[in-house]
């Protein structure tokens, strides 16, 4: 039976994610802040079909846990054959700016921890030579704008970090994959007024689901970001820098 | 800050907003409810048209992710889950097992709370009767922080105010419900054109001995409408198996604007198309249970189509000895006042009993009128329609509720004073502060 490490399992990206895994029986080793949510997404997982779910809790910013429970999730679930980093925080951007506290917090969960686990777990799938890794950036790492260029900084630095590993991969069995979401309807969003550009947390799911099945390199979800980002990184800077956007 | 435009209802009037809105979103953690400063209402996907979702400078609970399932038991058919978890998301769970809804209203993208809340019904009322009757036990979370187990047996009194309470009772954290076991996922449907009301209850009343699934869309702009025509639409669950021929794509077009496209000209149109697709009389089809159940939910936001000002929909039931004449005076009035309505539908209510209190469904027919909110025009027409529906002591749905007066509902609703010793002292809703002023 397949085995599947979701770290930042509690969000409403993961959580979706999650119930794809079940429905083909993969057994789970889940990680996030909080145990008592982690409980509820266990017997959740199991209706969909899931094999055996263990947990786990743990702050992504306490770097000196990451090793551990890699070993827990190891030993629990024997080898691991998927890992999706999925956590996240997207701090009030104007209330941060000036705060150096907060800023350098807000990078090290968004980007420093992201990178530290994934080299650990890297190497990981590296030593069996095998394994998928999907880590979830955003389109927000594309181009920097004024309006989150804290945030979107920290999840640029994950995209190009991931794009160097993938390139250390390109010639083995181990799959590195950067998912770049749009706007997506979940608890991070809730301050943002709903259109038509928001997707459900369940479309991005399967489109997560997908790429790591085909062991994708880079994908925008939904597909059409990719052609809106392209556009807004092909604008000269000299413009751009005037644009509200 | 959240972000209040996300929590109107669906008729998009009236365009009541919170003072704020506090997340429930697992079941562990309680929102605290007893220290706020205002009253508080539950509020899950704002489906209901009017103002029954929505509570004016108080506090809404949003619990739509309050979405996990917690048991589904395959061999008893019964389901155990969170209050927000969606109708589509337990169709999609259920299915392949052979399992349905037992009730379902025509859109599936509404939570199982808010379909307990409203103690909604489906096109098989006149056999299955309402939701209420398949819940077989919920938490409620009181804003003393107290959680209670309700069921026929425990609570059974807080249990049956809950059942169509409309969210003031407390906030329902989980629902067991019972599910009705299926042969497969298609209907066998028949789409049958009637010219006038006379002809509709005559295929009414052979379809009510034979189908499960019943239910009528009128022509409510035909020029000749005051005796409407309008397609009898019937069906059964079948155990025939997909075909190519059959597969289902579902459908979700984005209605991105609040634009206003829904005039009489348009709606006329539309309401033509709609009639004359149909080249027989008579049509039989295996179709899929998405397009027989949920073919509105294949446009997200259609709602917006009738613009900034929004819509209502004017939904009651009469005794069905009085329908004809009734339906037609309502027809009248609506011809005389120049108004047009899309979305026309005419149903059967059977005398199946429900647990909960404040139900809306009673035997008799049932009529569903939408009208672009045009003002004062638009209100003084419902209200010359109240008179008509008052004189045969006829009702109206809350859920669809924003305007009907406190006098129709204790008329219609004599329970109400009873059932308000059930509400949580927190609680209150803008339409309850309304009609029981
Ligand atoms: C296209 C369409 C077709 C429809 N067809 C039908 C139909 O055929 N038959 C029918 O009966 N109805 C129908 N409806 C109405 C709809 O089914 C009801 O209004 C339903 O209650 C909406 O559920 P919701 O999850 O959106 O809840 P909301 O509209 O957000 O809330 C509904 C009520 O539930 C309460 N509530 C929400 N969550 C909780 C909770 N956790 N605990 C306690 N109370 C709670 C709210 O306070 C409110 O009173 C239709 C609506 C639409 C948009
Ligand atoms: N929503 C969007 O529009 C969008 C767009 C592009 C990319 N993304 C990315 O998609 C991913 C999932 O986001 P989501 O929208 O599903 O968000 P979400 O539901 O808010 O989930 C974020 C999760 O991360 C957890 N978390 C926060 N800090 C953590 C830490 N230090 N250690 C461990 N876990 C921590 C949170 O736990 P608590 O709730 O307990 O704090 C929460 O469970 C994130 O990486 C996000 O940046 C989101």
């Known amino acids: 039976m397949k085995t599947i490490l979701i770290i930042g399992a509690a969000s409403a990206i993961a959580q979706e994610t999650a119930r794809i895994f079940a429905r083909d029986n993969f057994?789970?080793?889940?990680?996030?802040?909080?145990?008592?949510?982690l409980k509820i997404i266990v017997d959740d997982l199991k209706v969909f079909g899931a094999g055996e779910v263990y947990y786990n809790e743990m702050d992504a910013n306490h770097f000196d846990k990451h090793d551990q429970i890699l070993k827990d999730a190891l030993n629990k679930l024997g080898q691991i054959d998927y890992v999706l980093i999925a956590y996240g925080t997207l701090a009030n951007h104007e209330e941060i700016i000036n705060d150096p506290e907060?800023?350098?917090?807000?990078?090290?969960?968004?980007?420093?921890?992201?990178?530290?686990?994934?080299?650990?777990?890297?190497?990981?799938?590296?030593?069996?030579?095998?394994?998928?890794?999907?880590?979830?950036?955003?389109?927000?790492?594309?181009?920097?704008?004024?309006?989150?260029?804290?945030?979107?900084?920290?999840?640029?630095?994950?995209?190009?970090?991931?794009?160097?590993?993938?390139?250390?991969?390109?010639?083995?069995?181990?799959?590195?994959?950067?998912?770049?979401?749009?706007?997506?309807?979940?608890?991070?969003?809730?301050?943002?007024?709903?259109?038509?550009?928001?997707?459900?947390?369940?479309?991005?799911?399967?489109?997560?689901y997908n790429a790591m099945m085909k062991g994708k390199d880079v994908v925008y979800l939904p597909f059409y970001w990719k052609c809106i980002m392209t556009i807004i990184k092909l604008i000269p800077e000299r413009v751009f820098k005037r644009m509200n956007l | 800050m959240i972000e209040l435009n996300n929590y109107l209802s669906w008729g998009r009037y009236p365009k009541y907003y919170p003072k704020n809105v506090l997340h429930m979103s697992w079941r562990n953690e309680k929102p605290n409810l007893q220290n706020l400063d205002s009253t508080v209402?539950?509020?899950?996907?704002?489906?209901?048209?009017?103002?029954?979702?929505?509570?004016?400078d108080g506090y809404l609970v949003d619990i739509k992710r309050l979405n996990h399932f917690i048991e589904f038991d395959q061999i008893n058919g019964t389901l155990k889950c969170e209050a927000?978890?969606?109708?589509?998301?337990?169709?999609?769970?259920?299915?392949?097992?052979?399992?349905?809804?037992?009730?379902?209203?025509?859109?599936?993208?509404?939570?199982?709370?808010?379909?307990?809340?409203?103690?909604?019904?489906?096109?098989?009322?006149?056999?299955?009767?309402?939701?209420?009757?398949?819940?077989?036990?919920?938490?409620?979370?009181?804003?003393?922080?107290?959680?209670?187990?309700?069921?026929?047996?425990?609570?059974?009194?807080?249990?049956?105010?809950?059942?169509g309470g409309l969210g003031l009772t407390g906030i329902i954290t989980t629902a067991k419900i019972k599910l009705k076991n299926i042969p497969g996922i298609f209907i066998d449907a028949e789409f049958i054109k009637f010219d006038n009301l006379d002809e509709f209850f005559a295929i009414n009343y052979e379809s009510e001995q034979k189908f499960e699934y019943t239910v009528a869309w009128v022509d409510a702009s035909f020029p000749f409408g005051c005796n409407p025509r309008g397609i009898y639409i019937r069906g059964n669950h079948t155990a025939y198996k997909e075909t190519k021929k059959l597969q289902h794509k579902e459908l979700k077009i984005p209605f991105p604007f609040e634009l206003k496209l829904m005039n009489n000209f348009t709606t006329s149109l539309l309401n033509s198309i709609y009639y004359n697709k149909q080249i027989f009389r008579e049509e039989k089809k295996i179709i899929h249970y998405n397009k027989f159940f949920y073919p509105l939910d294949g446009i997200n936001n259609w709602n917006f189509a009738y613009g900034k000002n929004g819509f209502i929909q004017y939904q009651i039931v009469i005794p069905i000895e009085?329908?004809?004449?009734?339906?037609?005076?309502?027809?009248?009035?609506?011809?005389?006042?120049?108004?047009?309505?899309?979305?026309?539908?005419?149903?059967?209510?059977?005398?199946?009993?429900?647990?909960?209190?404040?139900?809306?469904?009673?035997?008799?027919?049932?009529?569903?009128?939408?009208?672009?909110?045009?003002?004062?025009?638009?209100?003084?027409?419902?209200?010359?329609?109240?008179?008509?529906?008052?004189?045969?002591?006829?009702?109206?749905?809350?859920?669809?509720?924003?305007?009907?007066?406190?006098?129709?509902?204790?008329?219609?609703?004599?329970?109400?004073?009873?059932?308000s010793k059930f509400i949580d002292e927190k609680f209150s809703s803008s339409f309850w502060r309304r009609v029981s002023k």
């Open chain 1, 27 to 37: 057994h789970f080793y889940l990680v996030d802040l909080s145990l008592e949510r």
């Open chain 1, 102 to 208: 907060q800023i350098a917090r807000e990078f090290s969960t968004n980007a420093t921890s992201v990178i530290l686990l994934t080299s650990l777990i890297s190497n990981y799938f590296e030593k069996i030579n095998k394994g998928t890794l999907a880590v979830i950036s955003s389109v927000a790492g594309d181009r920097g704008r004024k309006s989150n260029y804290i945030y979107g900084s920290a999840k640029g630095a994950v995209s190009i970090f991931l794009q160097g590993l993938r390139n250390r991969f390109g010639k083995s069995n181990v799959k590195i994959i950067t998912i770049k979401p749009g706007l997506v309807d979940t608890p991070m969003t809730a301050h943002l007024k709903k259109n038509f550009l928001f997707t459900s947390a369940e479309t991005i799911a399967k489109g997560i």
């Open chain 2, 41 to 56: 209402l539950p509020y899950a996907f704002g489906k209901s048209y009017g103002d029954s979702c929505l509570n004016k």
């Open chain 2, 84 to 163: 927000g978890v969606t109708l589509d998301k337990i169709l999609k769970l259920i299915i392949p097992y052979n399992y349905f809804l037992p009730v379902t209203p025509g859109t599936k993208h509404i939570s199982i709370a808010g379909a307990i809340a409203n103690d909604v019904h489906g096109k098989n009322h006149h056999i299955n009767g309402t939701i209420g009757c398949y819940v077989q036990e919920f938490e409620l979370l009181r804003s003393n922080g107290e959680v209670l187990t309700c069921n026929e047996k425990i609570n059974s009194d807080l249990f049956k105010a809950t059942i």
């Open chain 2, 322 to 419: 009085d329908g004809a004449f009734v339906i037609k005076d309502i027809m009248k009035i609506i011809h005389q006042s120049n108004k047009k309505s899309f979305m026309t539908v005419l149903k059967t209510f059977g005398d199946k009993k429900s647990p909960g209190l404040m139900s809306f469904p009673r035997k008799g027919i049932t009529l569903a009128i939408d009208f672009p909110m045009d003002g004062k025009e638009t209100l003084e027409m419902l209200n010359r329609l109240d008179s008509i529906v008052r004189e045969v002591g006829g009702g109206h749905y809350p859920a669809k509720d924003s305007r009907m007066n406190p006098m129709d509902f204790k008329r219609f609703y004599p329970q109400w004073e009873y059932f």
